[in-house]
């Protein structure tokens, strides 16, 4: 496995164990704190949220300005952002070569993105003052984030979009980031590019699977996390694009229903586990008490060498770069039961 990096930790230390397996937010601060940062802005944008839907709009408010439709209702950014902060989706602007000034160190931590993050800030975390001055010093024109509670903050900084994590497929969310820094076309080649990718190898996993279930596990501090095709680790690629069957009760409440997760003691295990196990670890975590157990060893995915451990804090993303780097782990390790029973 890589060597997890530590500053994810600290970054997510203020979130709840289910609000952390989603995403890690940046903290959020008093008006006292963030009074300096606002009164440095003579323009700011007005406080006022809107709620409407997602969805995209061409109406142009002003020139070299575009109305769009975010999670906050519509909001005025640039034509052509050229200045641009994220706190979260970092990989979904890679893809499409466009480079944030500022991300969060979460996002930075992606092994998946190394080599394409050279240049880009790591967002000071240490307090919401320090982030916001940070931010304010980089003078964006765009601020995209996935924290609803610095949403006020932010806006008052720059045009901000917030997207609500979960609220869109993996495509339409990439779509979405696209289009607001105008390379929707580059988007619509990167997913096509990426499904034929997937769809060219799903005769040939779904030949080695045959009708044995593939399951998703994570090791927290004293729990075991499972889920299916609405939570990253790549669960789309294997449920829903390869058609591949998880456990029953997998199947049943987080691949056809929409349940995320769900939190399962060791003695449960059994149910939620599948002929194949896919198996992460949050950092620093002691996984002994799973994996020295009994139980967990008697499990015939285990006894057969049919778990493929994945770095956590990487699957826990789902942009296009992460997901691509997904399906080469995945057929790499499925091609290794060829011929297998």
Known sequence: MIKRNKKVLLACAALTLAGLLGACSSSSGTASENSSVKESRADSISEETVQGKPEMTETTAAEGMRTVETDKGPVEIPVNPQVIVSDYYLGEFLAVDVKPVIASPYSLSNPFLEGKTDGI????????E????????????LIVTITEADYEKYAEIAPTVYIQDGKRSDEDLFRYIAD???KGDEAEVYITDFNKRVMDVK????GIVGERTVSIVEVWPQQIYTMGSHFARGGSIL??????????????????????YEV????ALPEYTGDFILYGILADTDSSFVEDSALWNSLDAVKEGRVLPYEQVAFMHRDPITLNAQLDIFVEFFRGFE???
């Open 203 to 206: 005769k040939e996993i779904q």
């Open 239 to 260: 449920y829903d694009m390869w058609e591949l069957k998880a456990p029953e009760k997998v199947q049943t409440e987080m691949v056809d229903a929409d349940t995320s």
């Open 121 to 128: 800030e790591e967002l000071n975390t240490v307090s919401a």
């Open 130 to 141: 320090t982030s916001l001055e940070m931010i304010v010093a980089q003078e964006p024109d």
């Open 180 to 182: 607001l820094v105008g």
């Open 264 to 267: 399962v003691s060791l003695e």
């Open 339 to 341: 011929g297998k029973e």
